[in-house]
C-alpha cells in the first residue's frame, strides 16, 4: 500500500499545493496508519474498513496521544481514503461518518512583556552573529510572522526608508506588515554591519538572515539560537519561535490593536482564529487584576 501513499503525497504536492509541513504531517499520520494495517495482514486498500479505523485511532489514544493529534490523524486518514475512492481505487470509502473527537481548546502560550524585553536584550550587541540575532528577535516580536517566513525574508523584502516588511506565507499570499522605529535600527545596524561579515564567502546571497557559513539559516539554526537566549534571560518557561507569534498578538490586543487590523498582519484567513488571542487578554486582565488589587482576594 506504500505506492499508494506515494501517490496521494505526489497528488497534495503537485495538484493541491500544500505546505512541506502538512505534507509532513500526512505522510507521518498515514505511514503509522499502514504500519498498523500491516501488523493485522491488510495489503490492499479495499481490504480496509472503517473498524480497521476505529482500532487504530483507539489505540493511539490508548498510548496518550493529544485528541489534537487524533483529530489530525482522523482528517489524514479520511482525505487519503477520499483520494483513492476518486482514483477508483476502492468502491466504498471506509472513513465515511468517522468522528473526530473535539480538539482541546488550549490558550497559546505568551511571554509578559517584561520577559520579552529581557530575551530581546540578551544578544550581544557588537559581533556579527548577536546583531544579527538582535534583528531577527526584534523583527519576528516586531510583526508577528512565522519563523518559516522570517527565514524566508530576503534583503530587498525589507524598507527600512519605509518601514515596512514585505511577507509571502507557504501559500505564496503576500503581506506588507509595518516595522517599528526600534526594528529599523536594529535590522538597519544588521545589514550595514554584521551581514557583510557573515556573507564574506557568499556575497552573492540574497537572504537577509544568513549562518554562519553566509547562506540561509535554516528553521532548526534559528530554533537553537532562540533556546540559546530564552536560557540566557532566564526565562523558566519553556518557549518557541511560535511563542513569540503568540505574544505579538496578544500583546497588541491587551494594548487596543483592532482584532482584524491583528487578523490581517499575522495572515490568518478566519478571523475566528485570530480571536484566541482575545481570551488570552483577558486572561491577563485577570491576573493583573487578582494580583494588584487590594481587594481582589477579600472575602
Not at 516586531?142 to 525574508?153: C, D, F, K, P, Q
Request: proline share 3%; aromatic share 6%; net charge positive.
Amino acid at each position: 500500500m506504500n505506492d499508494y501513499l506515494e501517490r496521494f503525497i505526489r497528488y497534495l504536492t503537485e495538484e493541491k499545493g500544500l505546505s512541506r509541513n502538512t505534507l509532513e504531517s500526512y505522510q507521518r499520520d498515514l505511514n503509522q496508519f499502514l504500519e498498523f494495517a500491516g501488523q493485522r495482514h491488510l495489503t490492499a486498500p479495499d481490504q480496509i474498513r472503517k473498524t480497521h479505523i476505529a482500532l487504530f485511532l483507539g489505540e493511539m489514544r490508548q498510548i496518550g496521544r493529544a485528541s489534537s493529534t487524533i483529530t489530525r490523524m482522523t482528517v489524514s486518514l479520511r482525505s487519503f481514503c477520499q483520494y483513492l475512492v476518486r482514483e477508483g481505487v476502492i468502491q466504498q470509502d471506509p472513513s465515511i461518518h468517522m468522528e473526530a473527537p473535539k480538539a482541546e481548546k488550549r490558550l497559546p502560550h505568551v511571554m509578559t512583556i517584561e520577559e520579552m524585553e529581557r530575551l530581546l536584550d540578551a544578544p550581544e550587541a557588537y559581533t556579527s552573529q548577536g546583531r544579527r540575532d538582535r534583528a531577527m528577535l526584534e523583527l519576528l516580536y516586531a510583526t508577528g510572522i512565522r519563523v518559516s517566513e522570517l527565514i524566508s525574508v530576503n534583503v530587498e523584502d525589507v524598507r527600512l526608508d519605509l518601514r515596512f516588511l514585505r511577507c509571502a506565507s507557504s501559500s505564496g499570499k503576500e503581506r506588507i506588515i509595518p516595522i517599528t522605529g526600534v526594528t529599523v535600527k536594529r535590522v538597519g545596524e544588521y545589514i550595514e554591519e554584521g551581514r557583510p561579515q557573515l556573507i564574506r564567502n557568499h556575497p552573492e546571497e540574497q537572504a537577509l538572515f544568513v549562518n554562519q557559513l553566509g547562506t540561509r539559516l535554516t528553521r532548526q539554526g534559528f530554533w537553537k539560537i532562540i533556546k540559546k537566549y530564552a536560557r540566557e534571560a532566564g526565562i523558566e518557561t519553556d518557549i518557541t519561535p511560535h511563542t513569540l507569534r503568540h505574544s505579538f498578538a496578544a500583546h497588541l490586543l491587551e494594548n487596543g490593536a483592532d482584532l482584524r487590523s491583528v487578523q490581517e498582519m499575522l495572515g490568518h484567513a478566519d478571523i475566528s482564529t485570530t480571536q484566541i488571542y482575545t481570551q488570552v487578554s483577558r486572561k491577563n486582565m485577570k491576573d493583573v487584576y487578582e494580583a494588584h488589587h487590594p481587594r481582589a482576594n477579600a472575602t
